[in-house]
């Protein structure tokens, strides 16, 4: 503890720092205006700062500003503003007394775009070190979007984003650059605002009703939503992703998955400005998997005499179950507005959503309800401050779905109903379904799985000029906020069920409740100082105070009392409960050295103790260091100006660590009570005491180029991570009287390109097109195992799962087949990887007069994917091409009974290419003109479009199974890709109305 | 035209800035990261009663597998587990399995009441002297009784004596393993009989049903157990001082003694040795021989096993004998009791040649049970002793291991063509040090 306060005084003392006096000159004073090349109109709020000084101002609502200058002499004027070209205009005594006129081209290959690089400074895009990427609101929301994490898919090079199930509410799966684990955390950190998010995935406690894994169990397989989703998209104004460990350095022990920064929007000056939107559409299923079609031969032989009587009694007719079950055509709608405005000294923003979504199961579907007012003031020219705050409610309707052991969820139910067979509903009344223990169309019409939350988050930023010269600054930044929310998960299995009625106890009504606060709070010292010859320095130094405190209680209700649900009407009882307590305390110092926007260099350190190390109070260190160079700024690169006017090497090293389990440093003990009195014994599981975090050096190298006057751009890099120090669990010798205990004993090597081409192909007045092609490739490598070779994340060997072995990928995938080395040793054969092989988009933008196309295409190549739905259907005799044939050894069988033959030796037939070629955005907008409208509504109108549009509308999968896009078992690290028939996935389609006030 | 407020002096110097910044700093750096477990208990946490109430608790952890597992290799018992052909199959004819869970989860349950154990006398530092007395002698005596538990499964392979999970460490012997159980036992006593009147702790009623709930009754037990312990080593002499010592008592009931207890509620744990006897299918079966061999009128036969109505047949092994030892699944079990005591004392009396008092003691027991009275010779004494111990200790866990110290494993029944008797279980895989 004294090590560490004394670090924190040390920091409390930078700052003292050179203080020089002004120098007096003789003035003047230069005004102006900026305007846009496309429209004319004034831009308010761009920055014009007088170039190697700190000397500067911004325009005001007519786009105008007046500038003090001491020396016209040799005085350059550097006029900048989001999303267009800086423009640098030298200053001559001409001017004086003149208005001059500014013109802002748009930055459409965003070069001079401002990206955060530490926590309190940035610099814009043209000097940037690492590869990282950034979206803005309108590219963002190119498609309705329920969660934005879907939104993020396919947008950038090195951001693969997969959802775990269609149901609604979510479930995804946000992965950065690869693998970097394979027992610890694997999604990125989110920062909202400042505020650090939870994102957490919690149980609903739906396990306890399939029985497909006991509650507190180390993988539950519930599938719940992650808490990101609870952010309304419409409110983000930039979203900025460092990928690797390089650009996420400065965010220390938790970053080694990334760091995904969300700025929401704030007031501009003027009139306020009203938006309103208005969606309307529907979802429907994506993909049928089909059902096998049966001829009394086949009813019999499957299901014996029952089957026999049963397709007789129905005349052998085709029920299309998935059309009953996933037929719905969930309608969806959203109505959102915000308000931005404000003056020159009050800013505001200020919005409110309503978005409805039915999902393609009837009683299933997601709503959400969201507020938000940020607020910016200056109390002076030295001291402003932000708040912001955002309440959600959401409400999830998730049915039951997924894994099973009870055959209750309605993929295992659909794969145990020949298609003869009638389960509908008869004059109210649910037939009881011969050929499985619960009738799925009866538990879809009354089981209840539904999560609600309630969440506020609060993000405070107070910036306080502490100096200011004319070539140096010192400012105090004051960064934090709270994340609340309270999640009530409730599943309430009815006792008139079909799969209740046979129980000891029928009827089971779950109530989990989890309640998570996170607070976080960083104090940052800035300090940037300009040479007169162009160069500066920007030395920031800060600490951090994290907290994170969870609550998560479930009571478990059996024997419920008919057309009851609370908890206490019911026969017994069971409670569960899991408390989670964090604390972090870090700093963090950075040099930036900007050489005459030539070279631009960065390094620093960020030290990080936490609650959750062996050793609470160790700091470990995690350093970083970039650098740039804009070869294009030299002479020497006149000759390659034709070709690329635009061009800049960069390489970059970090250090970044992922925390360890909670539960991995305590020995606990385990109630074992005997003859009636309580009693403790050691957990099998030791407490590591000096288990540290992984963690994750990068190295990463590229370049980007502007090519042919800015028509392309091409960015490229690669990345070398090596992963050390990774979290395994090794077994103990019992002797110890433990049975296992965490370790750090592990090396992986994870490598990757990522390469972008951005592309205007046509650029003329009537038509516009911008395109971007991301390409990226990652692949893992286990370099070092200090515990035996293991499997993890499948249900067994001979369903299929991963093998964590020296040498091999660690998403390998086996199975039951063994195959012999030329060594005699034996080994499990590789069946497949489901790392990808590397994944393309493609993103288009045309604009045509008042119409803009846009649309988005992801191809992912490769990745295997663990297919136990069809086991399942083949289990139930249902497989689309159970009948199918098959010539095996000469012998000809149906597909379906050669795969069951096999099972237990041959676990291949169930192993399937994941590729796919997925449309996930599409719109069509028409801004529509003003004329057409200023008739009916004057000048009250700023602007009206309508758009049509989808998300996911098309899937090209030789994949058999509902979406290639799965994980049985969440957002683990090793074991996605498991298909046990989550909630299918959908297609949305919707209609759009905006406009401006 | 609104008016800039104003705002206090102080905001507009650096210092104060700087002053604000540092105290902030001091007052958040000052918040431990030191955070107990909010999920479970650690050791430090803790009472000693709560740990004593575990050790007894972890003694029956798994007790139901090695009961069957020396009752299989005695041929006093078959299993018939439908789940799980290993009953039937590699305890009868072997080879046992190195990474079984026959072997290894009772192995690993006694190291982890050892475990318990140690917490314990780490605890007992901290006490008074005689309530650290006290928890040293219970703690000292139950791991002694773990290790030989243990000891009696692995038998010549020897058992681990140091708990660090040091694997470089040698296996220990069997001669060494025993020397510890009995410093343990006689360092165990020399603590009870400085512990006062009351242990700062107290027993379920499986130590407390017989008084041996105090230090002094507590010795007792020690005594019982390193009575057996001596017996197993051939040491005749300290068996009988021991004995002395022990709660042996001729004229007590047979079953008086110290017991695992057994219960239903919440962390509890059921009779894993009952099952309902008229249950249409029972798995826990008597080997057929121990009706042909037994004397007409025994009543230990006809209070041990019930015939069925029915042979059961499974893996081509046939019985008609239920085992209705535990009458309940709240019924406690048998640790050690008088019974064993009396026959512990004839057995050793039988080694030093003293037949007239072994012949006493067995005749006492053999009235028990309703039969006559025998006449032991030098030559029946050691077959009739271990008749006497088939049928008083039916189930209890000692028949494999008696005929095994008398090198009689080959009269043991074999069934199958293929079956033969197993001396020892082999070394655990997760003991081994090769590899690693």
Redesign the interface.
Known sequence: ?KT??AL??C???F??LLLTSQAQAQSVTIRGKVITADTGEPLPGANIVVLGTSTGTATDVNGEFRLTLTDVSDATLVVSFIGYKTQQIKVDPSMVGEVITITMEEDVLRLNEIVVTGLATSVARRNLANAVETVKSDELLQASTQTLERALGGKFPGVFVSQNTGAPGGGISVNLRGTTTIEGATQPLYVIDGVIMNNAANQSGIDLVTKATGAGSSRPQGQPTNRIADLNPNDIESIEVLKGASAAAIYGAKATNGVIIITTKRGGLGKTRIEINQQVGFNSLLKKIGSRRFTLETATKQYGDLGAQEFQKSGGKFIDYEDVMYGEKGILSETSISLQGGNN?TQFYVSGMFRNEDGIIKRTGYNKYSGRVNLSHK??E??DIQANINFVRSSSDRGITGNDNSNTTFGFSLGFTPSFFDIRPKNGVYPDHLFNPSNPIHTRDVLVNNELVNRTIAATQIN?H??KTHNQS?D?I?NGGVDFYNQENKVVSPPELQSERNADLPGASLLATTRNVNWN?Y?N?AHRYQTGNNISFSTTAG?Q?EDLDKNYLLTEARGLIVTQTNVDQAATINAF?????????GFYVQEEINLQDRIYLAFGIRGD???ANGD??KIFLFPKASASIRLSEYKFWDSFRSLSDEFKLRVAYGETGNLPVL?AK???????????????????RR?AADIRPERTKELEMGFDAALFNERASLSFTFFNQNISDLFLIA?????????EEVINGGKMRTRGVEISLGLIPLNSPNLTWHSRINFYKTSSVITQLDVDPFNKGGFATFLGTFRIQEGWSPTTVIGAEMETLPDGTRQHKKLGDATPDFVMSFNNVFEFGHFDLRFLWEWKNGGAVINLGKLITDLGGTTADYDETIVVDGKEMKKGDWRLSVLGTQTAPYVEDGSYWKLRELSLTYNVPRQLYASLFGEALTHLTLSIGGRNLLLFTSYTGYDPEVSQFGNVAIGRYVDTLPYPSSRSFYFNISLGL | M?K??R?PKC??C?LF??L???G???S????????P???????EQ?TV??????????M??EIGIYLRVVGILGREVYYFEPADPRYTGELLFGTVDPGGFLL?RP??AR??????C??ILDKANDLEPQAAAGARGFAKTIMAYQLLLNLNYLDENG??L????D?SKPFASKQEAFARIESLLDEGLADLNNAGADFAF?L???FSKWNLHTPAGFAKFNRAIRARVAVYQGKYNEALQALNASFLDRNGPMEMGAYY?F?T?????PNPIFENPDAPFVKLMAHPTFETDAEAGDQRFATKVKKRPEPTTFDNLTSQLGVTISKSSTDPFPIIRNEELILLAAEANIGLGNLAEAQNDINLVRAAAGLSPVTLTADNAVTQLLHEKRYSLFGEGHRWIDMRRYGRLDELPVDRATDKVIDRLPI?E??RSEGK
Request: proline share 6%; charged share 15%; with cysteine.
């Open positions: 503890m560490f306060k924190f005084s920091i409390a003392l700052g003292v000294r109390f002076s030295r001291l306080w502490l100096y010192l105090f004051i709070l104090l010292l600490v105070f409960q899991d408390r989670f307590l964090r604390r972090e305390r103790a936490s609650s609470p109070n539960d305590y020995t606990s003990l385990t109630p074992n009570n005997a003859g009636g009195k309580a009693g403790l014994l050691p957990a099998t407490g077994d103990l010798p019992p002797s110890s009287g433990f049975v | 609104m800039m407020n705002l905001l507009h650096p800035g700087l604000l910044f540092g902030l700093l001091f958040m750096g000052c918040e431990t990261l030191d955070i477990n909010p999920n479970a208990p650690t050791v803790v009663q709560s740990l004593v109430t575990g050790v007894e608790a972890g029956r952890l290894n192995w690993s190291y982890r009441t050892i475990a318990t140690n917490f058992i681990r140091n708990f660090d999970g694997l107290t379920t009623e499986g207890v219960g509620g919440l962390g509890d744990q655990p997760t003991e």
